[in-house]
Each structure stands twice: as structure tokens, then as C-alpha cells.
């Protein structure tokens, strides 16, 4: 079975560009979470669907960060205008149904550098 | 709202040697607790959790209610024990949203 996979895995930005993030869960996994680690803190959640809707968006940090989860598929997270504050680890993970009683299993990770 | 400290950021033991790393958590609801270990060019992976009270890889942890304290140990430490240790929170009865420690780098040395 494949596990979470996320696109690319490493992007370089100037500040003020847009960057696009892309998670593909587990086939079937209802949950997708998003994460992300800045540079020397701990991670932090930032929004959680269940399919096709936001359950949980209040880790978003700005309205610079835009998610969809259009068909309750795949993930994009969109950055715009990326900020330098913005540079760091996006991690996305998945879990079965139910209402996060199961483990969440993660993806590599995206890392974000915005100069 | 939760939190979860983990005071090492940095821990090197020499292999066969015991290992705790400490996590002490802040919560006023009923916590759920999660150490996940991401090894040198891997993904993040679940290790243990509470619930579960089984031992992984050698690894145990208890959840101390009294401490607010879920402490993750090994009595005898291996070289492929070395990965970032993360310890996490999710409440029981709302949400599903994990928070983190800032993890610690566990180093085992020959």
C-alpha cells in the first residue's frame, strides 16, 4: 500500500512569490491533516478535512495560506505572497474514517525555503 | 488549550545503556498521548501510544496522570534507536488535531 506522498519535496522561493503544495493521502482516508515545522519550533497543526471539507482550519496561520481538498482527494496548499516567516517543513498526513480516532500517517514533507 | 514539553532537545547515551526521554504535557481535558520517531531520511512514524500499552522496538511509555508526564524509555539503547523523538497530544473526546513537542534528537553512540 502507498503511503502519503506530497509534491515536491523541497521548493525554493523569493518572498512575494506562490507556491503550491500538493499531498496525496492514503487511498480511502477520509482525514487530511496538515502540519508544518518552522525552523527550531515544534510542529504545528494548520487545517484538517474530512473529505471534501475543512473540519478544523484554526492552525491557519494567515489568510495568505489557502487549502482545498477539491473531491475530498488530494490536498493543495497554496502560500501567496510567500513571506520569509513562511520557510519550513509542511508536512500532510491521513487517517482512516471516524472522527480522529485513528492513527495519522504521515507524508515526507515539503520543505519550504522563501529567500 | 494543550501543551507539550519536551526539556532535552539534545540526548546521547552509549548503546546498551538505558534511555528516557521526558515529556510532560498540559492539558485540562482527557489527553490521548502519542510518541511518533522520524529516523535519519524517513517520514515521521507512529511509535506508541498510550492507549495501546504495548512495548514498540523495546520502547514503553506510561502515561502519569498525577505528573502530567508521558516519558518514553528503553532499558538497553541500540545504534538504530538514533531519530528525533516526538511526543504528542490529542484530546479524547474533541477534535483530532495532533499537537507536538519540539522533539528530541536521541543519539546512540557505539
Known amino acids: 500500500e502507498a503511503g502519503v506522498t506530497q509534491f515536491p519535496s523541497h521548493s525554493v522561493i523569493e518572498k512575494g512569490q506562490t507556491v503550491t503544495l500538493r499531498c496525496d493521502p492514503i487511498?480511502?482516508?477520509?482525514?487530511l491533516y496538515w502540519y508544518r515545522r518552522v525552523m527550531g519550533k515544534e510542529i504545528k497543526f494548520l487545517l484538517h478535512f474530512v473529505k471534501e471539507s475543512k473540519q478544523d482550519e484554526s492552525g491557519m496561520p494567515n489568510n495568505r495560506f489557502l487549502a482545498e481538498r477539491t473531491g475530498g482527494t488530494y490536498s493543495t496548499l497554496k502560500v501567496q505572497p510567500a513571506e520569509l516567516e513562511d520557510s519550513g517543513v509542511y508536512f500532510c498526513?491521513?487517517?482512516?474514517?471516524?472522527?480522529?480516532?485513528?492513527?495519522?500517517?504521515f507524508g515526507p514533507g515539503t520543505r519550504l525555503t522563501v529567500l | 488549550a494543550q501543551r507539550v514539553t519536551q526539556p532535552e532537545k539534545l540526548l546521547s547515551v552509549f548503546k546498551g545503556a538505558p534511555v528516557e526521554l521526558k515529556c510532560n504535557y498540559s492539558?485540562?481535558?482527557?489527553?490521548?498521548l502519542f510518541w511518533y520517531v522520524q529516523y535519519s531520511r524517513q517520514r515521521l512514524q507512529l511509535l506508541l501510544r498510550h492507549i495501546s500499552r504495548e512495548s514498540i522496538k523495546g520502547f514503553t511509555a506510561d502515561l502519569n496522570k498525577g505528573e502530567t508526564s508521558f516519558h518514553l524509555k528503553k532499558p538497553f539503547a541500540q545504534e538504530e534507536d538514533s531519530a528525533m523523538y516526538y511526543c504528542a497530544l490529542k484530546p479524547i473526546t474533541s477534535g483530532s488535531r495532533l499537537t507536538f513537542g519540539e522533539g528530541t534528537q536521541l543519539t546512540v553512540n557505539p
Open positions: 487511498s480511502g482516508h477520509d482525514n
Open positions: 492539558y485540562s481535558g482527557s489527553p490521548e
Open positions: 498526513a491521513s487517517s482512516p474514517h471516524g472522527w480522529g480516532t485513528d492513527t495519522q500517517y
